[in-house]
């Protein structure tokens, strides 16, 4: 019953190709996002969705593009993969209101997708 | 925007010590504050967190933080290191309004047997 699920876990490519991670959360929460960790251990925020809307967009190239099919699922699709591109993917989530009230909780992360482009 | 300071990219002690993580955020108004540890080859979780209230807050594993609004602080201490507490470790705020957390740079923890 994990909280924040992706998948894969690891996904090996080479340069030029076209690929997607998937991401779930079973919290009922509103808000999801996308992250990404360098190798420096550098969180990057890249996209965050609150109930299938496009609410934080960070400069990303325009390869990168999220889908929310529904409050549960954020995916992160990837085109033209680049080397620069490896980096551990994280996704998110968080309830960000409550009854009309913003509430200062916590993020919950999933366990990562180390992506390793060749 | 916020900015997060994480005084420190890499922090040693030894076993037993204690372990004091330096984290300071840029915000005139009181942000939500968070740390959050990072064990290899795995997701962030959250250690702790101060949203109002008392401005000492007690985590998980042993782990305690302290919300200085003068010094625009919150720096996350245990009293006693453990080698299972190698790590790394972040720091983040999240606007009272708005949706964005702001990560610091993170810090990572050594234990010296």
């Known amino acids: 019953d994990t909280a924040v699920s992706q998948t894969p876990k690891y996904l090996v490519t080479q340069m030029g190709n076209d690929k997607s991670i998937k991401c779930e959360q079973n919290l009922g929460h509103d808000t999801m996002y996308w992250y990404k960790q360098d190798s420096k251990k550098f969180l990057k925020i890249m996209f965050s969705?609150?109930?299938?809307?496009?609410?934080i967009n960070e400069t990303v190239p325009n390869r990168f593009s999220p889908k929310s099919p529904d409050k549960a699922h954020l995916n992160l699709h990837i085109n033209s993969l680049e080397l620069g591109d490896s980096a551990v993917y994280f996704c998110?989530?968080?309830?960000?209101?409550?009854?009309?009230?913003?509430?200062?909780?916590?993020?919950?992360f999933g366990p990562g997708t180390r992506l390793t482009v060749l | 925007a916020q900015s997060v300071t994480q005084l420190g990219s890499h922090v040693s002690v030894s076993e037993g010590a204690l372990v004091l993580l330096r984290c300071n955020y840029s915000s005139s108004v009181p942000p939500y504050l968070f740390w959050y540890v990072q064990y290899p080859n795995q997701g962030l979780q959250l250690l702790l967190k101060y949203t109002t209230g008392a401005t000492l807050v007690k985590g998980i594993n042993g782990f305690e933080a302290e919300f200085k609004k003068s010094e625009t602080s919150f720096h996350l201490t245990k009293p006693s290191a453990h080698m299972s507490d190698a790590a790394e470790y972040f720091c983040?705020?999240?606007?009272?309004?708005?949706?964005?957390?702001?990560f610091g740079t993170g810090t990572s923890l050594t234990v010296i047997p």
């Open positions: 983040a705020v999240s606007e009272r309004t708005g949706n964005q957390f702001y």
């Open positions: 969705y609150n109930n299938k809307e496009l609410i």
């Open positions: 998110a989530s968080s309830q960000d209101f409550q009854r009309g009230a913003r509430r200062g909780i916590e993020q919950f």
